[in-house]
């Protein structure tokens, strides 16, 4: 099954900016993995993966503005799912995050 990573309500802001991947498209993730760093105006957020399974496609590159609930990225639970064009309509996989 395919899931999109969003990017995750924090505080009042309306977007954060894509401060670093951790991890690249295809590598396999273990539940609290750090995925990315996002950056507010006032804080850093890391974004750790809610599941195993495999970082598919990176939709928001590094130094990008994404607004709150766009897909960052697309997760599957195997290697072989095909990647729809749209990741929009995928389920939104919970992530673990913490504002530092």
């Known amino acids: 099954m395919l899931y999109k990573i969003s990017v995750p ?8 900016r894509v401060l670093e991947w951790h991890r690249e498209a295809g590598e396999a993730v273990e539940k609290g993995d750090l995925l990315v760093e996002l950056e507010t105006h006032k804080a850093i957020v890391e974004v750790r993966a809610g ?6 496609k990176i939709l928001a590159e590094s130094g990008n503005w994404q607004a709150i609930g766009l897909p ?9 799912d095909p ?5 929009q309509a995928l389920t939104d996989l ?3 995050f913490e504002i530092t």
């Open 94 to 96: 919970p992530v673990d």
């Open 72 to 80: 960052l990225a697309v997760l599957s639970e195997s290697e072989s």
């Open 83 to 87: 990647v729809p064009e749209d990741a």
């Open 51 to 56: 599941q195993k399974g495999f970082l598919r």
């Open 9 to 16: 309500q924090v505080a009042d802001v309306e977007e954060i």
